[in-house]
């Protein structure tokens, strides 16, 4: 069926470390993939997408990579900062379907 | 600043009554999206539009409604059939569809008295 998972609902971290968020979806043709931060009481925030045809993707401090051969695609936040404590989604979309399936969310906390 | 509004912040609702959450955007986006997110849970669908004067259901449609009578406006109604209203709402909107990033207002918290 068409869902989308995470390993993981927790992850605590030290200030400075890297942190890898993970997600796993099961659609095979899913082509589209987001990530977003959400903060406590606020919207979801978008950080970045990556479409089937890369396996990897970079922006500010954020890296995503995806794996189409085991259906894993991973966040990784570089320096991580208390401001990065905060619930993160991963979303997919497969072309043809009008959703976009969102996960049930890692929280990522960063100790001082 | 372009943005997405969404009104009010907290809204509480009685017994048999309905409530209309408001989002308005001035991004000029085409498709908006209405979600609903229970603690701990991701975000499911509840209706979206493509374009003015339509709309199409999501997965947890029943209990709710949606007009799109502007591009900037896409109000939701909670109706008395929605048996677990209590939830957090969130509305969004993109360029042209799924195909490109949503952008999420802050949300509503709607609360059973």
């Known amino acids: 069926g068409e869902s989308v998972g995470l390993h993981l609902p927790t992850l605590s971290v030290q200030e400075g470390d890297n942190s890898i968020i993970n997600c796993a979806y099961s659609n095979s043709a899913s082509d589209y993939f987001i990530w977003y931060k959400q903060e406590s009481g606020k919207g979801p925030q978008f950080i970045i997408d990556i479409r089937s045809n890369m396996d990897k993707r970079q922006g500010q401090r954020v890296t995503v990579l995806l794996n189409k051969t085991v259906k894993h695609l991973s966040l990784q936040i570089a320096a991580t900062q208390p401001g990065d404590s905060a619930v993160y989604f991963c979303a997919e979309n497969t072309s043809g379907s009008e959703k976009l399936v969102f996960g049930k969310g890692t929280k990522l906390t960063v100790n001082p | 600043d372009g943005g997405i509004t969404q009104s009010p912040k907290y809204l509480f609702r009685k017994e048999g009554q309905n409530v209309t959450l408001s989002c308005e955007q001035n991004l000029n986006h085409d498709a908006m999206y209405w979600y609903r997110q229970d603690p701990g849970q991701g975000l499911r669908l509840i209706y979206y539009?493509?374009?003015?004067?339509?709309?199409q259901k999501g997965d947890i449609a029943e209990g709710y409604s949606v007009s799109r009578e502007k591009k900037e406006s896409f109000p939701l109604t909670v109706t008395s059939a929605q048996k677990n209203p209590t939830a957090f709402y969130l509305c969004a909107s993109s360029i042209q569809g799924m195909r490109q990033p949503q952008h999420f207002g802050d949300g509503t918290r709607l609360s059973i008295l």
């Open positions: 539009s493509q374009i003015v004067n339509d709309f």
